[in-house]
């Protein structure tokens, strides 16, 4: 038996111990946005960086920004000119709204029908946790094949608005050969996958202000615009009746689809019916020129994340509100700018919100979408590591989220990025009742040993 096989070994013996680990990081309510929060998110870091010494490494640091820490540490090859891989991870989780629809606590990790639930469970604290057990393991066995880095940040989640400067203010600590990224996902069970390409983002808040205070709706109905109306209007015209974006401009920087994505795309193994299975929706909706597969990793969109204005309580209260709110947020495609959505917002608001009423739009955050060789030497490393786990090649894909620090360590640090994971369609993230799928972890777990391994090196 070689090391990687006797590490392997070893980590099969200890899943148990791997699992109970999972569950005491997941039990932090880690989560970025909520200011209440932000002790726990903190908190997340420090445990972060314990394990990270328990484990072994050689040198760990927790590295302070504007807004939440970033960990970083380091575990050194034996041999002096072994390559440098980075290991990137968040800590940070989403609000658990709404909590009412969880069958469980959060915050309280309870395994079901061979899943554990909990927020962050998938995303991605089982990630981060493969990793981190995957060269604990390696360097047990010392069968570590590379030095390897760890970058874990706690502003995924809100896209990461300091992570740019922090590598930016830490570049020798961060730099690599490559960087492995395990925040992205398998299309489907016991399909194993890589993903080549992220959409970018561009993430808003939009006020529309009527009335200097909430009014009596018998008193001033039909006489003044009520901005929930004009928010709900402005909304409907910001699609056209094929489903794309009314935004002018939004498309001028769009990267068409050449005939080598097409193909990839029709290989990917997710159907229509996959989808209305996964969504629950009667039907699916979009661009009808392009496939589903298309529209959700090649094609940008503009979603309405939340919109909400006036009395919203139990009961009736007649009042035409002072305001409306909404969240809005764009994924973008390769050569699209966040900055530029920012300004064709705008535009399209300058010119049809109505006299009636004011309008006020925020940037919340933004990042720049991600396409990289699939062909790589790295890329093929880790499909033969999954291969030798799965018994099957991996559908290589584009991938619909964001993940904002694959642009910035390319635009930084001239870094690739190869980017899989082991969240599976249904596990609901960023959902209630999110949940990791545990035998998948376990492989996934595999996966990153044998890609490290001193014999694939």
Same mark, same amino acid.
């Given at each position: 038996?070689?090391?990687?096989?006797?590490?392997?070994?070893?980590?099969?013996?200890?899943?148990?111990?791997?699992?109970?680990?999972?569950?005491?990081?997941?039990?932090?309510?880690?989560?970025?946005?909520?200011?209440?929060?932000?002790?726990?998110?903190?908190?997340?870091?420090?445990?972060?960086?314990?394990?990270?010494?328990?484990?072994?490494?050689?040198?760990?640091?927790?590295?302070?920004?504007?807004?939440?820490?970033?960990?970083?540490?380091?575990?050194?090859?034996?041999?002096?000119?072994?390559?440098?891989?980075?290991?990137?991870?968040?800590?940070?989780?989403?609000?658990?709204?709404?909590?009412?629809?969880?069958?469980?606590?959060?915050?309280?990790?309870?395994?079901?029908?061979?899943?554990?639930?909990?927020?962050?469970?998938?995303?991605?604290?089982?990630?981060?946790?493969?990793?981190?057990?995957?060269?604990?393991?390696?360097?047990?066995?010392?069968?570590?094949?590379?030095?390897?880095?760890?970058?874990?940040?706690?502003?995924?989640?809100?896209?990461?608005?300091?992570? &740019?400067?922090?590598?930016? /203010?830490?570049? *020798? !600590?961060?730099?690599?050969?490559?960087?492995?990224? %395990?925040? +992205? #996902?398998?299309?489907?069970?016991?399909?194993?996958?890589?993903?080549? &390409?992220?959409?970018?983002? /561009?993430?808003? *808040? !939009?006020?529309?202000?009527?009335?200097?205070?909430? %009014?009596? +709706? #018998?008193?001033?109905?039909?006489?003044?615009?009520?901005?929930?109306? &004009?928010?709900?209007?402005?909304?409907?015209?910001?699609?056209?009746?094929?489903?794309?974006?009314?935004?002018?401009?939004?498309?001028?920087?769009?990267?068409?689809?050449?005939?080598?994505?097409? &193909?990839?795309?029709?290989?990917?193994?997710?159907?229509?019916?996959?989808?209305?299975?996964?969504?629950?929706?009667?039907?699916?909706?979009?661009?009808?020129?392009?496939?589903?597969?298309?529209?959700?990793?090649?094609?940008?969109?503009?979603?309405?994340?939340?919109?909400?204005?006036?009395?919203?309580?139990?009961?009736?209260?007649?009042?035409?509100?002072?305001?409306?709110?909404?969240?809005?947020?764009?994924?973008?495609?390769?050569?699209?700018?966040?900055?530029?959505?920012?300004?064709?917002?705008?535009?399209?608001?300058?010119?049809?919100?109505?006299?009636?009423?004011?309008?006020?739009?925020?940037?919340?955050?933004?990042?720049?979408?991600?396409?990289?060789?699939?062909?790589?030497?790295?890329?093929?490393?880790?499909?033969?590591?999954?291969?030798?786990?799965?018994?099957?090649?991996?559908?290589?894909?584009?991938?619909?989220?964001?993940?904002?620090?694959?642009?910035?360590?390319?635009?930084?640090?001239?870094?690739?990025?190869?980017?899989?994971?082991?969240?599976?369609?249904?596990?609901?993230?960023?959902?209630?009742?999110?949940?990791?799928?545990?035998?998948?972890?376990?492989?996934?777990?595999?996966?990153?040993?044998?890609?490290?391994?001193?014999?694939?090196?």
């Amino acid at each position: 038996m070689n090391k990687t096989d006797e590490a392997v070994r070893r980590a099969r013996e200890r899943s148990g111990e791997h699992l109970a680990l999972l569950k005491e990081i997941v039990t932090i309510p880690s989560v970025s946005t909520d200011p209440e929060r932000k002790a726990d998110v903190a908190r997340a870091a420090v445990w972060m960086n314990d394990k990270l010494v328990e484990f072994g490494a050689n040198e760990t640091k927790i590295i302070a920004t504007p807004g939440h820490p970033v960990v970083w540490a380091e575990f050194r090859a034996s041999e002096p000119d072994a390559e440098t891989i980075l290991l990137y991870g968040h800590y940070d989780v989403q609000p658990v709204d709404p909590v009412e629809l969880w069958d469980t606590d959060p915050f309280t990790p309870t395994e079901r029908d061979g899943r554990l639930y909990a927020r962050g469970a998938s995303d991605m604290k089982a990630q981060v946790m493969a990793c981190l057990l995957a060269v604990r393991t390696l360097v047990e066995s010392n069968a570590l094949g590379m030095t390897v880095r760890f970058l874990l940040e706690g502003e995924e989640e809100i896209g990461s608005p300091n992570l &740019a400067g922090a590598i930016e /203010a830490n570049a *020798d !600590l961060f730099r690599a050969a490559v960087c492995l990224n %395990l925040d +992205s #996902g398998m299309v489907g069970p016991g399909i194993p996958s890589i993903r080549y &390409a992220l959409r970018g983002l /561009a993430y808003f *808040d !939009l006020t529309i202000r009527g009335p200097s205070r909430d %009014l009596h +709706s #018998g008193g001033f109905g039909g006489v003044v615009h009520n901005p929930a109306q &004009a928010l709900a209007e402005l909304i409907a015209g910001m699609h056209n009746a094929d489903g794309s974006v009314a935004l002018p401009g939004f498309y001028d920087r769009v990267r068409e689809i050449d005939a080598e994505e097409h &193909a990839r795309a029709a290989a990917v193994p997710v159907s229509a019916e996959d989808l209305l299975a996964q969504s629950g929706v009667p039907a699916l909706w979009g661009e009808k020129a392009f496939t589903p597969v298309e529209r959700i990793g090649a094609r940008p969109t503009l979603e309405i994340n939340g919109i909400w204005g006036g009395y919203t309580g139990a009961g009736a209260k007649t009042v035409i509100p002072a305001e409306a709110h909404a969240k809005i947020s764009t994924r973008l495609v390769p050569d699209q700018r966040h900055s530029d959505v920012h300004a064709q917002l705008a535009a399209y608001l300058t010119e049809n919100a109505p006299p009636t009423v004011t309008w006020e739009l925020r940037q919340l955050a933004g990042g720049e979408a991600f396409i990289c060789d699939p062909n790589s030497s790295y890329h093929k490393r880790f499909a033969a590591a999954l291969t030798s786990v799965w018994n099957r090649e991996p559908v290589f894909s584009r991938n619909g989220g964001s993940v904002p620090v694959a642009a910035d360590l390319e635009q930084i640090l001239g870094m690739p990025s190869v980017l899989s994971g082991f969240a599976l369609p249904d596990d609901r993230v960023h959902s209630p009742n999110e949940s990791q799928d545990i035998a998948t972890w376990y492989q996934g777990i595999e996966a990153v040993i044998r890609f490290l391994a001193a014999e694939s090196a």
